[in-house]
């Protein structure tokens, strides 16, 4: 079975430059998941999708990041401008939605971002 | 306070030898607990559950303590591969929006020869 996919895997941009992250989670899996996960630091969750609708966004910084999850399936987290803090790497996750219970959260290999 | 807090070590063990990490939770109403493990430049991954009553897998043993808000992760017989961080996870949510998982800063373990 095809883990998630994320592309691209490296990125280097100036600040204040725009730059855009795709996930295309496990085929079934409706919950989708963006973490953001700064050198040193544990995995932070930035937003979180169920189906094409947002469950939690509440640590996304609104006046910069963007996501969407237009048709349920492949999502795009989108950084305008960037900041020097953005310096992370970007995981996806995706889980299938239950109704009760821990439902797995799987992991891609992240995208490497550096803002210089 | 962090919500999840863990000793960042790193761990430097010999081979053979026996591990224990900790990890404290500030939430009581957190619904589950896990241990993740991360290596170097790779993505988490499941390394188990953890419940009250203790649980094992294999040379790995984990422990809950809900009174004291506190998880544990024992490595006995250390290998080369056991190398890499171990994340402390904790649920905050367990219904049909999925989960919300808040995740430790993560210990680093070095296994030597």
């Known amino acids: 079975e095809a883990g998630v996919a994320q592309s691209p895997r490296y990125k280097i941009i100036e600040k204040r430059q725009s730059v855009a992250f795709w996930c295309n989670p496990i085929?079934?899996?409706?919950?989708l998941y963006w973490y953001q996960q700064i050198l040193g630091q544990g995995p932070k969750l930035l937003i979180q999708f169920q189906n094409n609708g947002v469950v939690d966004d509440s640590q996304l910084p609104k006046d910069r990041f963007s996501a969407e999850r237009l048709k349920g399936v492949d999502s795009t987290l989108k950084i305008q401008p960037a900041k020097l803090e953005d310096s992370a790497v970007y995981l996806c996750?995706?889980?299938?939605?239950?109704?009760?219970?821990?439902?797995?959260?799987?992991f891609g290999p992240g995208t490497r971002l550096t803002v210089l | 306070r962090k919500e999840v807090e863990q000793d960042p070590g790193p761990f430097n063990v010999p081979e053979g030898a026996t591990v224990a990490f900790n990890c404290t939770y500030s939430?009581?109403?957190?619904?589950?607990f896990f241990w993740y493990r991360q290596d170097c430049r790779k993505e988490p991954k499941l390394l188990m559950s953890?419940?009250?009553s203790g649980n094992e897998d294999g040379r790995f043993t984990a422990q809950l303590n809900r009174a004291s808000q506190y998880i544990s992760l024992l490595i006995r017989d250390s290998k080369l591969s056991d190398s890499a961080t171990y994340l402390c996870?904790?649920?905050?949510?367990?219904?049909?929006?999925?989960?919300?998982?808040?995740f430790g800063g993560g210990t680093r373990l070095m296994v030597k020869p």
């Open positions: 953890v419940y009250s």
């Open positions: 996750a995706s889980s299938l939605a239950g109704t009760s219970g821990y439902n797995e959260q799987f």
């Open positions: 939430n009581s109403a957190s619904q589950s």
């Open positions: 996870v904790v649920n905050m949510r367990n219904n049909n929006a999925g989960n919300m998982l808040t």
């Open positions: 085929s079934g899996h409706a919950t």
